[in-house]
């Protein structure tokens, strides 16, 4: 990265550690409560292209022992520069390398069953995922009916736009996702602004 590519690089958090601890307390009220459309507010001069959401949420969760996966738009774009210069992260190219992985809207998503998933003694090595949706919305026609730790009862979340190939394909892998548990990968679904999270945990079932 030279001198004049670094200078077109937007700024991370104005205060990274309390930047930082703000979006790993959404993420967390995230994953505690599954399908829970949360706001991702920051001051990050986020990348051209992929959600400002999830280009926040890498900034406050990668460090420079953190392998990072992008999706072809991503990986040509300031987004990996920027995530790069700002975390330390190490890029791959391989998605089964990565302990993180963004997919921007539009791109393809590799198979869950792709990354790394633990296993049963260290469950904990395993990838966490985010994915670009178009929109995020509690209830709504077409939503899915979540179920697991952090939700009483059910919940329901609609969802649109996810990345290729598509809400069928994203049904079945997260339902071998789920049956896989504790291994298993767990994930971010992310608009511009929210972000709803997806412990392996969580099971859904898709309306007809």
Same mark, same amino acid.
């Given at each position: 990265m030279n001198? #004049?590519? *670094? %200078?077109?690089? !937007?700024?991370?958090?104005?205060?990274?550690?309390?930047?930082?601890?703000?979006?790993?307390?959404? @993420?967390? #009220?995230? *994953? %505690?409560?599954? !399908?829970?459309?949360?706001?991702?507010p920051?001051?990050?001069?986020?990348?051209?292209?992929?959600? @400002?959401?999830s280009a926040a949420l890498l900034l406050a969760l990668l460090d420079p022992d953190c392998t990072l996966w992008l999706s072809p738009s991503l990986a040509g774009s300031d987004a990996a520069a920027w995530l790069r210069f700002h975390t330390g992260c190490v890029?791959?190219?391989?998605?089964?390398?990565?302990?993180?992985?963004?997919?921007?809207?539009?791109d393809e998503c590799p198979s869950f069953d792709i990354f790394a998933r633990g296993s049963d003694a260290y469950p904990d090595q395993s990838?966490?995922?985010?994915?670009?949706?178009?929109?995020?919305?509690?209830?709504?026609?077409?939503?899915?009916?979540?179920?697991?730790?952090?939700?009483?009862?059910?919940?329901?979340?609609a969802v649109d736009g996810l990345p290729h190939p598509g809400a069928?394909?994203?049904?079945?892998?997260?339902?071998?996702?789920?049956?896989a548990f504790p291994r298993g990968i767990d994930l971010f679904l992310a608009t511009p602004q929210q972000i709803v999270g997806l412990p392996r945990t969580t099971r859904i079932e898709q309306e007809a």
């Open positions: 001198a #004049h590519d *670094l %200078s077109s690089l !937007g700024a991370g958090f104005s205060d990274a550690a309390l930047g930082s601890q703000s979006v790993f307390r959404a @993420a967390l #009220h995230a *994953l %505690s409560h599954p !399908g829970r459309v949360v706001a991702l920051h001051d990050a001069q986020t990348p051209s292209r992929g959600h @400002a959401a890029l791959v190219d391989a998605p089964e390398a990565a302990q993180f992985a963004w997919v921007a809207q539009g990838a966490t995922c985010v994915l670009d949706v178009a929109a995020l919305a509690e209830g709504g026609k077409a939503a899915w009916t979540l179920r697991g730790p952090g939700i009483q009862h059910s919940t329901r979340v069928s394909a994203f049904a079945a892998q997260w339902a071998a996702n789920h049956a």
